[in-house]
Structure formats: structure tokens, C-alpha cells
């Protein structure tokens, strides 16, 4: 693992006036950048072929006049792979410019958590230590027992598809065969179905046939869907800007056909069960309010996630992460119930890209998105030399 020390050391040799942004072209790279040019630092983008127009043409910088005319890519740098960021020369790159690196879920996903984590020698905005996390499947220490450790509620495991017959409906969740981004869940109300559902997607290809290794089966939680996405300062008690713990935004999202089908009258679903999803892959996010009373757990979440954190992987959160929840009834009341974690930029955070998170902006009294926050946080650092407090 490469250490924050390491870090700390390469980003006192960057040049305080020139520090730039840089990040892979997917995901939520628009937020960053937008981020960026909203405080005043430059930004470039690592693109790969085929995937890089939105970045290289239709959202470039145009300046007229030394001015901004349109656009928020700045320098849109074309790789065969993404994996490619990885190479020595473009990393040397990164440094050479004085370039904070900010990670999306595509970095860790096409780049590899391991070569981050040991090869990849840029400085990094969050939590260098904490993307192995996110492989659900494959960790033996995974965000499930980070909540377990911090004390929030998540849906209960079953140890085997026979339990459902016995505890109720799972929700089962398992790596896509052919999508690295996505898992192939799939609800089992019974242990019957659980088997005709997974032999569906086992001759379709969908799910790989080591499945037994991968699986995950857990109580499915019965409510809306509300994702809550936060940021940690680290600096700000140091600089007297109040609690480090700050609320962005909440919101929910929207998954490829099953919304479609949730739309229709239950008989009418009924006769196209053959056509019902047999994936459900994210593909766009909605933004949401909650009463106010709910902001109280909300906050609880937070700081337990936080605390937990620090404690098992010290520095701990640095900026962006969201905890996505289905709120419960449980006697009556609401109770947040935490199903996935990002221990990064949250997906549905680039809904609120260019009007701001509806609480960051009732927090700082300005338009604030996620990306920039992420600037904004930098551009304080290098104004009071705590760089080396936000990077890993």
C-alpha cells in the first residue's frame, strides 16, 4: 500500500499556484470538472478510445480572448485503455503538472483497486485505503463489515438459498458475468424461484457459473430507495468552518427496464413476466428531498460511518461518500437500512452538477455540486498549506 506519507511528500513539491485536477472520463467526470472551473483550477481528463467525444469534443473548453467561452474540459488526453493512467510516463505526467487526481468508481473499476493502491503514485483526493472495499464479492473485508463495525443497520445474510423459504423474499445479488460496473441482482420470494431465476441467467451468460463463491443472498428491505450522499472535511475544524461532517444531497435512481415495468398494472405485468428485467443495471438518478425529521438518523449514519472508518483505516474518509439506503417501516416508524456504500464520488451525485446540492447550498450560501466541493476543498487547502491533509 502505498502510504500517505509517500503522498504527502511528492504533493510538497507541487507548485501551490499551478495545482490542477485530473480525472478518468466516465462516471462523474463532468462534475469534476465543472467543479474545477467553477473554482478557477484547470483540469485534465484521461479518455479512452472510442468513449472520449463527450470529453474531446462536444463538452471541451473554448476560450475567446483568454476568456471561457463554453465548456469545462480543459485537456482531454487520449488512451488506448483507461488502465493505461497507470503507466509510468503518465503519471510522471500527473506530478510534472501538479495534478490532484480525484478517483470515480471507473478508476477503481478499470484500473484495478491493487495497482491503485500499490503502483499508481499521484496524489489522490479521499481515501486511497478504502477502494478495496467496494469488491463486494471477492474481499474477505468488505463495506458489509464496515457497517456491521459502525453499528448501522443493513439487510441481514442468509446462508443459503434454503432460508428463504424459512426467513422471507431475498434479494440476491451476484458479479455480472459480462459488466465489470454492475452485479445481476435478481428477487427470490422463494427458494424455488431462487433457482429458476438464477438457471435463467446461468444460460443467458449473465451471471458467471462459479456463482457459489460470489453470491450474495440477503433479507430483501421493502421501502423507497434513498441514497444519502455526504462529504468529509478534514480541515475544516482546523480552518473554524464548522463540523466536518457535511449532508450533500439525497437522492434515488433509476434501473434500465424495471422502472418500465413498474409502471404497468400488475396483471399486465403478470402476462410479460418471460420480458421482466433480468438485471438491474443503474442508469440515470433523480433528485429527492426527506422530511426533516429524518435528517437526524441521517447525520447518525454519517458519523458512525465516519468514526468506523477512522478507526480501520486511518486517515479515514476523505471528501465525497454515500450510503445508499431503503427506508423501512419498522413499529410505525422510518428506519434507514444501508444496502451499498461508495467510498467515493457517489453515481447519483452528477444530478445536481449545475444547480448545486439542494443542502450544501443551503450549507456554504452558493451554488455547491460534488465536484465543487472536491474544488473548493482544494482551493482552501492550497490557501492555508493543508494540501497535505486531503490527499492519500
Not at 503507466?87 to 495534478?99: D, E, M, V
Not at 463495525?149 to 458479479?175: C, F, H, N, T, W
Not at 439506503?325 to 444530478?351: H, L, M, S, W
Amino acid at each position: 500500500m502505498i502510504s500517505q506519507k509517500e503522498m504527502q511528500k511528492i504533493i510538497r513539491k507541487y507548485d501551490p499556484e499551478g495545482v490542477a485536477i485530473g480525472c478518468l472520463g466516465s462516471h462523474s467526470a463532468l462534475d469534476i470538472c465543472e467543479g474545477a472551473v467553477s473554482e478557477e483550477l484547470e483540469n485534465s481528463v484521461f479518455c479512452e478510445k472510442g468513449r472520449e467525444e463527450p470529453y474531446s469534443r462536444y463538452f471541451r473548453s473554448v476560450f475567446e480572448n483568454g476568456k471561457r467561452i463554453r465548456g469545462v474540459v480543459d485537456y482531454p488526453i487520449l488512451l488506448k485503455k483507461f488502465k493505461d493512467t497507470l503507466n509510468p510516463s503518465y503519471q510522471n505526467f500527473l506530478r510534472t503538472h501538479s495534478i490532484i487526481w480525484i478517483p470515480n468508481r471507473s478508476f477503481w473499476v478499470y484500473c484495478g483497486e491493487k495497482e491503485i493502491q500499490e503502483k499508481f503514485r499521484v496524489p489522490m483526493f479521499g481515501s486511497r485505503q478504502t477502494l478495496h472495499l467496494e469488491d463486494r464479492e471477492k474481499e474477505l473485508f468488505n463495506y458489509y463489515d464496515v457497517l456491521r463495525k459502525a453499528g448501522i443497520r443493513a439487510p441481514e445474510k442468509y446462508s443459503s438459498p434454503e432460508d428463504i423459504d424459512r426467513l422471507g423474499p431475498a434479494m440476491v445479488k451476484i458479479p455480472h458475468a459480462s459488466c465489470p460496473l454492475e452485479r445481476a441482482f435478481f428477487l427470490a420470494p422463494t427458494t424455488e424461484m431462487f433457482y429458476e431465476e438464477l438457471n435463467k441467467r446461468l444460460a443467458k451468460g449473465i451471471v458467471p457459473q462459479n456463482w457459489k463463491e460470489l453470491i450474495r443472498i440477503e433479507r430483501f428491505a421493502i421501502g423507497p430507495v434513498c441514497n444519502v450522499n455526504f462529504f468529509y472535511s478534514p480541515i475544516n475544524k482546523e480552518l473554524h468552518s464548522g463540523e466536518p461532517l457535511e449532508l450533500m444531497s439525497t437522492e434515488w435512481r433509476f434501473e434500465s427496464n424495471l422502472d418500465g415495468m413498474n409502471r404497468l398494472p400488475a396483471h399486465q405485468q403478470l402476462a410479460l413476466r418471460e420480458i421482466q428485467p433480468e438485471t438491474y443495471i443503474v442508469v440515470g438518478h433523480a433528485a429527492m428531498t426527506v422530511r426533516e425529521s429524518l435528517l437526524p438518523p441521517i447525520f447518525e449514519m454519517g458519523e458512525k460511518f465516519v468514526k468506523a472508518m477512522k478507526e480501520l483505516y486511518p486517515p479515514g474518509m476523505i471528501g465525497p461518500f454515500g450510503l445508499q439506503c431503503i427506508i423501512e417501516e419498522i413499529k410505525g416508524q422510518p428506519v434507514f437500512t444501508c444496502y451499498d456504500v461508495a467510498f467515493r464520488i457517489p453515481g447519483g451525485d452528477n444530478i445536481t452538477t449545475f444547480s448545486g446540492h439542494p443542502y450544501l447550498n443551503t450549507l456554504w450560501g452558493k451554488r455547491m455540486s460534488t465536484g465543487r466541493r472536491i474544488a473548493f476543498e482544494i482551493r482552501r487547502a492550497i490557501k492555508h498549506d493543508l494540501l497535505e491533509k486531503i490527499v492519500t
